[in-house]
């Protein structure tokens, strides 16, 4: 990861102001993404079914691990949903959750998260703030931090 890789996310003022005079006349245009069909943006509503299927399955397996009453319980869930939202973020282009929502999670320029970037973005998910700070495109902190964005598999 190089200065590249993080430049539109650390944008100067000048620049981001550039990006933001440009009319866009759909979510992704400005990136170069369709306005529907594959490839085209993730609406926020799959992406938050997506979530909730992700922390769902990672409450079961945790309570399966260590039982619902443990006091481990919540890192246990926590541990185990950034695991494998990274791994099958990095292996398959999107999370079990993203997977069964039909989206996936690709970079701006179209390729494939590397596995520091899907470490990065997954981290900045566990915080919960960044993903609720997002911009026109519909893309939150963590996916400007990681240079990705959310797309339609369908």
Known sequence: MDRRDIGSWLTSPGHAHE????????????LG???T??????SIGRRVVALLIDWF???????????????????????IFAGQVSVFTALTGSSFGQRLA??????V?????GVVACVVRTLLICLVIPPLIWDS???GLHDKAAGSVCVNRV
């Open 57 to 79: 399955s990672s409450l079961l397996i945790g309570s399966f691990l260590v039982g619902y009453g443990s006091e481990n319980f919540g890192l246990v869930t926590l541990a």
């Open 102 to 107: 039909q989206i996936g999670v690709i970079r």
């Open 33 to 35: 993404l369709p306005a």
């Open 37 to 42: 069909g594959p490839g085209s943006v993730a």
């Open 19 to 30: 990006q933001l005079s440009t009319p866009q006349d759909y979510r992704g245009q400005r």
């Open 137 to 139: 495109n519909s893309r």
């Open 109 to 113: 320029d179209g390729g494939r998260l």
